[in-house]
């Protein structure tokens, strides 16, 4: 099979964001919040049947973490924005600190790789907790175009919990990054010394 069960929802997904965006844009946030929690949906479906059908593949490990980051991306960015007709809108300090540190993973991400060929970076336990809070906060700011007070009243604790964890994951992949770099270098000047030994 060319694109595993799990791989298919995963590409779903993807292709649910210029759905979701547009049906924003178009002033249809009922519909939108309907796509998104689809989306949603298949993001936990996708690693769900990975492991129940023994399905787990390189691409899918790949794939996997790009839709969250493209869904997640498209939607905060989309939510902050004023002029998008919604009853609540998702804090533009909290959209850049979310990108921000995206961006600062990947970075380091590619800098870990060119210096140590190192290729495995597994999310972390805070990391998938990050981005289940993320989901949330974006479900609970569309759930509150459907008139939901118990919604718009969450919102601003959901806001700081996202805050919270985006920062303290931020900071678990500064230190883990770190300490690669740190332990390849130690081991790079150890091998001529045993070498010279």
């Known amino acids: 099979m060319l694109l595993t069960y799990a791989n298919q929802l995963t590409i779903l997904r993807m292709l649910f964001v ?33 492991r129940k059908l023994q399905q787990k593949t390189v691409l899918g490990s790949f794939l ?15 939510l902050t924005i004023p002029s998008v007709p919604l009853a609540l809108h998702i804090p533009t300090w909290l959209t850049i600190l979310t990108i921000g ?19 495995q970076f597994p999310p972390s336990f805070l990391g998938k907790c990050t981005t289940a809070v993320q989901l949330l906060v974006v479900a609970v700011c569309m759930l509150a175009n459907f008139d939901l007070r118990p919604a718009a009243a969450v919102f601003p604790v959901v806001v700081y919990a996202t805050l919270a964890l985006t920062v303290a ?29």
């Open 64 to 78: 996997d973490p790009m839709a969250d980051k493209i869904l997640l991306t498209a939607a905060f960015i989309t």
């Open 101 to 119: 540190r995206d961006v600062l993973i990947a970075v380091s991400v590619l800098v870990i790789h060119m210096q140590t060929s190192h290729s």
């Open 169 to 197: 994951s931020g900071l678990h992949y500064a230190s883990k990054s770190i300490k690669i770099i740190a332990s390849y270098q130690e081991n790079d000047h150890e091998g001529p010394r045993g070498q010279d030994s």
């Open 18 to 50: 210029p759905v979701f965006v547009i049906l924003l844009i178009y002033d249809h946030p009922k519909a939108a919040t309907v796509v998104f929690l689809l989306a949603a949906v298949t993001d936990g479906l996708d690693g769900l049947l990975a």
